[in-house]
């Protein structure tokens, strides 16, 4: 489904990611792990479309989207909640879902029953929908940005650190969604920091440190590797 092989990101003479290879099939959630500063955020950029990449390539169902720009990738079917978490404050909770579908706007009709879905999701949202964005706790503004990417209806959604600077009650809520949201059929790239949540929901995941992937493997092989702490904590 997503296909990056020998990925560069480089920062002017920078390189923070270098030449890392991986994959996510269809229906998989798979975890990028990593320290911070380990480049997880910035291979996510890259993919979607918000930084060029200094070398390799990017494939989704077999298309290159290497070169392509945020609006192409998400048109070819791949949405991305940045870990900067950003709504637009003064609108409500509604005109930022609308927001999302802007690649629809034609499609009235399916932008609405879409919705209808993503409120039986995120009750809360629904709840709020008149509401500014701005005036919605942290979690909730975690809610609404992921169920905006949805609004995109995308096959790949990318989610990075969805559960930052959350309470764990709240963690535990996005968690549960994003194991709901696997269970429906979507494809999900997931970074973490937050190691055993992240594996908890993850088939698969890959370890990055100092721009470079030092681990791979089934969420049990990464969980029971005794050398992940050492590479995790090494940063
Ligand atoms: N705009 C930038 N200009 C220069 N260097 C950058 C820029 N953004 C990131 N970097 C550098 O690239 C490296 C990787 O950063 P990145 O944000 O991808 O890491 P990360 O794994 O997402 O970390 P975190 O867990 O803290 O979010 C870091 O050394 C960082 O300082
Ligand atoms: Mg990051």
């Not at 429906?184 to 949540?197: A, K, P, Y």
């Amino acid at each position: 489904m997503l296909d990056v092989t020998d990925l560069s990101v480089s920062y002017g003479t920078i390189r923070a990611v270098r030449g890392i290879s991986f994959t996510v099939g269809k229906g998989e959630l798979v975890s990028l792990l990593g320290a911070n500063g380990a480049g997880k955020s910035s291979t996510i950029k890259c993919i979607a479309g918000a930084l060029k990449a200094a070398g390799g390539s990017i494939a989704l169902e077999g298309k290159d989207i290497t070169a392509a720009n945020p609006e192409q990738v998400i048109r070819a079917g791949l949405a991305t909640v940045p870990e900067t978490r950003d709504v637009f404050p003064d609108l409500t909770v509604a005109e930022n879902l609308m927001l999302g579908a802007y690649i629809h706007r034609r499609d009235q009709a399916g932008n609405r029953q879409n919705l209808e879905k993503l409120h039986t999701l995120f009750p809360r949202l629904a709840e709020r929908s008149g509401q500014a964005a701005g005036t919605l706790s942290g979690g909730e503004q975690q809610m609404l940005v992921i169920a905006r990417a949805l609004m995109a209806r995308p096959s790949v959604l990318l989610l990075d650190e969805p559960s930052l600077g959350l309470a764990p009650a709240i963690v535990e809520r996005i968690f549960e969604m994003i194991a709901t949201l696997k269970q429906s059929g979507l494809t999900i790239l997931l970074v973490e920091q937050n190691v055993n949540q992240a594996l908890s929901v993850a088939d698969r995941a890959y370890v990055m440190r100092l721009g470079a992937i030092v681990a791979s493997g089934t969420a049990d092989e990464i969980r029971s590797g005794s050398d992940l702490s050492a590479h995790y904590l090494g940063g």
